[in-house]
């Protein structure tokens, strides 16, 4: 089971990476607009990440965590596909703060499933996932410049999407396991 969390925790920092690592290129470079306002498109989208963490912690006295953390992947897929439609500066900042409010709590929300899961290796796991997470940063964001020459940004963003639906499947699959067995493994 550990296995899996740590899947998604790679996958989920896929999208993160190609988001915020790439903003500024694509804003700038793929779109035409301003440096200043490519910046201040990444700055939004880690200002997002930041109010969407806060606001899903208030969310969370109500709800369950599972469904907030299957509902993320979801609008992420939903921002990788809206961005290739970014032309104004206006769109451009209100698409990536909205990817920000898609990634924010998810990372945080699997460290936190994955430590109930285990709840006598919580530092051991916790440690593994953020190990995890620095690899898919790196590793997806080297894979985006890679493939940089062979396909356009728009068509890399809408591609982009693969990473947060595997994250969903992957997720899906964790939660299909009974709870008594993962602790067995």
Request: hydrophobic residues 65%; glycine residues 8%; positive net charge.
């Amino acid at each position: 089971m550990l296995w899996i969390f740590l899947a998604v925790a790679v996958v989920y920092a896929f999208a993160e990476g190609t988001f915020a690592n790439w903003a500024v290129i694509y804003l700038r470079d793929g779109k035409g607009l301003d440096a200043g306002v490519a910046g201040l498109a990444l700055s939004v989208f880690w200002g997002a990440m930041v109010v969407g963490r806060l606001s899903v912690s208030a969310l969370l006295v109500r709800l369950p965590a599972g469904p907030v953390w299957l509902a993320l992947p979801l609008l992420m897929i939903a921002a990788f596909q809206l961005l290739p439609y970014a032309e104004t500066a206006a769109l451009g900042i209100g698409l990536f703060a909205f990817a920000g409010l898609a990634c924010s709590a998810f990372f945080p929300l699997t460290i936190a499933l994955v430590s109930q899961r285990f709840p006598r290796h919580v530092a051991l796991v916790s440690a593994l996932m953020i190990a995890a997470l620095m690899v898919g940063v790196g590793a997806g964001s080297f894979a985006l410049g890679a493939l940089r020459e062979a396909f356009s940004f728009e068509q890399l963003y809408r591609l982009s999407a693969v990473y947060p639906a595997l994250a969903l499947v992957l997720a899906l699959m964790t939660r299909s396991r009974r709870p008594a067995a993962a602790v067995a493994e």
